[in-house]
């Protein structure tokens, strides 16, 4: 550790003193004259055909400045995600398809009077039949769209080797069912947004994990080009994938064009539930055909996802759930069929993971089948089925370096595995998941592979990091002005960093798939090794400072070693030599080893993949009541960056997949009202409900990544849940295949399997009796 | 004009619609979230010492944050100005010299509270005697203040030739006394800034005309470096010299300091009045030595100028003063005797013309004098002694295109001047005078003299022109879009423009010296000139798009001549080649061919030199009401740029002249006290009070400025005092030497005149009847 000054220790965020001081300026915070609020009014039914919508009450109250509904919008259908089905728009047309979607808007003087202007929207429905669940889908009894014949978003089948032959010549076949919610990410900060029309132009003040999209969205639906469009970036009280996909922006944006003026929009907390973009809830028939060894041979999965009642990032996520989990073990050959089904839920998208953590709860649980089948430790069946640095997957992944070993090697010793396992007491039980993700992929755009970042030296010395993407909690913004400090020898107090705001920043596809620290990081150290380099030509070309080169914060003589001046002198010199102009460093990554895979998804998506295993420790009592003792996470992520915001990153992860397993629930019941409307009701995890977390990390050193750094962002989330059902396995023998396994799910699961034990014990003494008599 | 499609035409201002729809943001329309409001408390004398400063009932008000005096801030001596003598602080120490020193500030919850606070403020003053005239303070019977023996603030004798022989050979000499008040700049929005502390960094909302500057005088004042110093532009409503010094930013950002918050005050128009910087209040000795044909041979001059009680841009302006308008005459010597004094009036600095008006209305009035005693034609005397391109002034000016003789030519046909004069009517006088002044210049900083701009090309298509000077009302914002949208071929709505954000532009010394067209307009159309080879490189190099040139908004083929895609399409493919970038065009401009001058001030200033003539014709009754029927002025500024608002210039600074000639005057009274208040007393002309103004231009075509340009900023302002005053001689025969000229002043002067011709008759007759007798 000790060759860098500022890699790998625990630096301060730079955005944390704001945040903890209450300073930062959310986008609610943003204040702007002559503003007007704005209100949604969302459907009362989860499906029906509007019959009648008559505004004119509302907009005859005083204060209202407007209402407005799908007629008024000429481009309300183009709406559209990137990469995505382009199936959704901002206004519902004639139908409502879940309870959320957007009736009308209303913008006037003050939010109150928007509020109560509401009530005056006359609606009358007809009810429609309600598709509530992936199985209702599947069946297609009832269509949740008079448009999608079969309830059908998207198909996808994709064949690797031979299953069907490789699962005839198996030793063993082990499967099961396995079912996995819709969730909520949960971020604390309600989606607002602030638009401002001017002459033609849009200024959009919000929060966004793709200021760049966001900017398309709203061109597309106002007819605003996107020169014309800025997105102002506020801070963001998380995201998670939530904000990769938001409605609002393009909501407020559209108001102020038809009121020509300035539209301010705030959720509730209920909108967010209603209507915004949850997780895909999704189930898998998935089984596994191994040889008597335990070398798996084939994998057969079919998978039903949930995209609610119009696409979202809901076909990326698919994708990633047929495939991603497959690439850490060594199969022959695999068989998907994906179903992307359209229920009457709310469109969903992207949460952590991006359909992993789904999958990783079919597979990890499968595979821990087939060691209980073939009475094998499961750890050691994982070993003996892991890539190593060096292969190519059966999807196509090459992995330049590959932790997996040593993860398990790491979580077995803060487990105590070997140990607990040979002691092994009743009403405890181990469970044990690994997880394989991608870092730095080509997500977001086909034609626009990389990223780029500007690192602007002013003449007063101040350096200013500037770059697409987003601060979205994860701590980025820290860890890339501490790649930039490593680089130019600057304290990281002295580097500022500008993230996302579209008028002043590179284009960016954005904050997702984990990339940011491996791509945006090496652009950012590019960046300061060319603001190095120009420093140094200028100073020799036009200040008549020969030979010498920027370190340690200053100019040093390349020969001499001494200081020839502080950065600060320099960046004086240069500037007022060019007149004024700040000297512009600029750095880009081009991940030209990657690909996006051909038709059926083979290729090297990412430079770099990250890797991790997670155990857990149950303990359960006869009622069912039980309680997660321990919980361990170990991660290949490359060299770490920032130590202690790496652990952040893996706590919260783990808190999620926590709770992901044991209370959270986003689906709806059959009239399609929400499980949960309120926090209280999603029971999220509370810092009383969480076990003892145990973490390290393998640090690999990536040949790609900044310093050999992966990435860290999504993993610790992904192989939670089924590492505590397999741990109730372990304790119970019960299959937990469905999540939130709630004690009132065990209580039950113990009554069928006692009922069931009692049941073939009284057949077996009636046969013993009969055969006896 | 039919070279160009933008240039020379009347393109609509840039920042119009927004003005004229209010939707502009001024400083006064940020709002912040957790703002605090600062109130200062004024001197309540002209000049005291303070006995008793308490403020600890003020501090106990509920809602009072804290209430600050010199004592609170160690740095208060250290507000200083660029390349001034650094004598002025920001709270009073001790003694307040001036109606408006600050003697403490509030800051509060809200402003009411922070003004009522203010009367809680316990000070107790012993009176000094008051230094109210420039005539007291070379008398220096009284100080203005304690540490400055003499009143002296600036000494400055410089002699050229030998003016003692010049005099003494030469067949005529001319000579008076002339006086000049000081003026408010009266921009129509008051000061307003707005502070944000937070840890150690502090961005500041404010307007100004140098907004690098300002930024060093907050560094100075808080200690904050100025890389953790960020000025956010706002939209500036009027400027005119008033904000190349203004104290509140710094106080705000003192302010906010001192409470580690935000803090936002905003001037009431009396403070206007009180507590800004308006313009030198001067007067002149100055007679002019000619042979009998009317070449002038030798000018002699004696200047007190007003700094007021502290310096501002004082010393600059007086040197202007001392020097300018000497250069646009051959004279064989000239000497100068510059006083710059204190006075108990509020510090004066910039305003419109910036000394020269002063010094135009005191020698184009001698020049008059001289005309009449040698009974030529004003306008021929004049042309008889013009410089003509190709020539040095005495104080070193090269005049590379010099268009005076033809601007005389044109106000002489404007005004029908032959003939007029050929008709002289009683009761009516014409007049004339003419003016030169710098274009370019290197003002600012000493170790600095350019500028630079930025034209950013964004993967949207979107064109920003980054630079870090001001638009003040001016227009050269919309100048700066038209010269790149010539060089691009773009129509100028599609060019955005940032103006002076100090994280975002390069560093400028800021909008003066009438510079901006000439020398920021270069660095424009380099920038954009660079941005066209950095596309065509970048298509050629990356995208296999050869032999390709930008012109007419689009990429053609060089030799082919076709169009091969639109600039958008440009920009997208140039940053996503790398990799979300923007292009960044570079250009500055160096005036190598300038120099600040030799220690005597000898030298060639600037790039080029506008010129002027300027028309008044009067008439007066024998009370002394007296009308301009007519005023015109006609320019050589090089190519004009916009037409429409080249005119807008010339009207704006012809009806400031206007006001300065007949009511305008911010002098004080024997008790410190402004002679004006409010707009309401300080009279500045109407639309009713102003006569037809008949406007021209000459356009030489300068071969520095930007497609010819030179500059039309200050100019209009110069000459029309004098005009008038020598059309008013020239109807009544009665020299008025002090502006403004009331009809009172005229009354006054007329009744003296037929007193003493009254008198002088009786004792012709007196002395007729005793010869007689």
């Known amino acids: 550790m000790s060759e860098y000054k500022y890699i790998g220790k625990p630096v301060r965020r730079v955005d944390g003193v704001a945040k903890v001081t209450g300073r930062a300026c959310f986008s609610d915070d943003v204040i702007l004259p002559r503003t007007y609020y704005a209100k949604e009014l969302h459907a009362r039914y989860a499906h029906a055909k509007i019959l009648k919508l008559d505004t004119s009450r509302a907009k005859a109250l005083p204060g209202v400045i407007g209402v407005f509904t799908a007629k008024d919008i000429p481009m309300n259908r183009k709406y559209f995600r990137m990469g995505a089905i382009g199936d959704a728009w901002l206004f519902a047309e004639n139908y409502v398809r879940f309870i959320g979607d957007v009736v009308a808007a209303v913008v006037a003087v003050d939010e109150k009077t928007a509020e109560e202007a509401l009530a005056y929207i006359d609606v009358e429905y007809e009810q429609l039949p309600i598709v509530a669940s992936l199985q209702d889908a599947y069946a297609a009894e009832n269509l949740t769209r008079n448009d999608k014949p079969g309830n059908v978003a998207m198909p996808l089948i994709v064949e690797r080797g031979n299953t069907d032959s490789d699962f005839a010549g198996a030793d063993v076949v082990v499967g099961g069912h396995f079912v996995f919610p819709s969730l909520h990410q949960l971020h604390l900060e309600p989606n607002s947004a602030t638009a401002v029309y001017n002459q033609g132009k849009l200024t959009v003040y919000c929060a966004s994990q793709v200021w760049f999209h966001i900017r398309e969205d709203i061109s597309a639906v106002t ?86 009642a119009y696409s979202s990032d809901s076909d990326a996520v698919t994708a990633i759930a047929c495939f991603r989990a497959d690439n850490n073990y060594t199969f022959k050959s695999t068989y998907v069929e994906g179903n992307g089904l359209y229920t009457n839920h709310t469109p969903t998208g992207a949460y952590r993971g991006f359909g992993n953590p789904q999958m990783h709860f079919a597979l990890e649980q499968t595979i821990d089948m087939l060691a209980k089948k073939l009475q094998m430790d499961p750890t050691e069946l994982r070993m003996k089925n892991y890539h190593k640095a060096g292969d190519t997957s059966i999807h196509g992944f090459k992995y330049a370096t590959n932790g997996i070993a040593e993860c398990m090697q790491k979580a077995k010793e803060l487990m105590d595995w070997d140990k607990k396992r040979a002691e092994k007491k009743p009403g405890r039980g181990l469970g044990v998941a690994s997880l394989i993700h991608c870092s730095g992929s080509k997500a977001g755009k086909y034609e626009f592979s990389g990223t780029s970042a500007l690192l602007r030296l002013e003449s007063s010395g101040n350096l200013t990091l500037l770059v697409g993407e987003s601060e979205i909690g994860q701590g980025i913004s820290t860890g890339l002005v501490q790649l930039v400090s490593e680089e130019l020898g600057v304290d990281p107090s002295q580097i500022k960093i500008v993230m996302g705001d579209t008028a002043l920043t590179p284009f960016s596809t954005g904050t997702n798939g984990s990339k940011l620290m491996s791509s945006l990081g090496s652009a950012a150290v590019s960046a300061a090794k060319n603001l190095k380099e120009q420093i140094q030509q200028i100073l020799n070309n036009h200040c008549g400072v020969l030979h010498c080169e920027v370190r340690n914060g200053a100019v040093y003589g390349s020969f001499t070693d001494q200081k020839i001046m502080s950065l600060d002198e320099a960046a004086k010199k240069c500037s007022y030599t060019r007149n004024g102009s700040p000297i512009v460093g600029f750095g880009m990554f081009e991940p030209t080893w990657t690909d996006y895979g051909d038709k059926t998804g083979y290729g090297n998506l990412a430079p770099s993949y990250p890797f991790g295993v997670q155990m857990a420790e149950v303990s359960v009592d006869e009622y069912g009541n039980y309680k997660v003792e321990k919980l361990v996470s170990v991660h290949d992520i490359g060299r770490v960056i920032n130590t202690q915001m790496a652990a952040g990153q893996v706590y919260g992860g783990v808190v999620q997949g926590f709770g992901s397993a044991t209370t959270e629930n986003l689906s709806i019941n059959a009239e399609g009202v929400y499980q949960a409307n309120t926090i209280l009701e999603y029971k999220p995890a509370t810092a009383l409900d969480i076990p003892p977390i145990h973490m390290a990390f393998v640090e690999t050193v990536d040949p790609y990544g900044p310093f050999g750094a992966k990435c860290i962002a999504e993993p610790p989330i992904i192989s939670i849940a089924p590492a505590i059902a397999n741990a109730l396995y372990d304790a119970t023998g019960i299959r937990f295949d469905q999540v939130p396994i709630t004690p009132a799910v065990v209580c039950k699961k113990i009554m069928e399997k006692q009922t069931e034990e009692l049941k073939r014990e009284r057949e077996a003494s009636a046969r013993k009796e009969e055969a006896n008599g």
Chains 1, 2 share one sequence.
């Open 223 to 308: 007819g605003v080009p996107e020169k014309d469009i800025e997105i102002k970036a506020q801070m963001i009280g998380g995201a998670f994938g939530a904000r990769n996909d938001q409605p609002m922006p393009a909501v407020a944006a559209l108001l102020a064009c038809l009121v020509k003026g300035t539209v301010k929009m705030t959720n509730t907390r209920l909108e967010e539930f209603l209507a915004c973009r949850p997780s895909l809830g999704m189930e898998f028939d998935l089984s596994i055909a191994a040889d008597k060894e335990g070398h798996f041979i084939s994998k057969k999965m079919k998978l039903l996802s949930d995209f609610g």
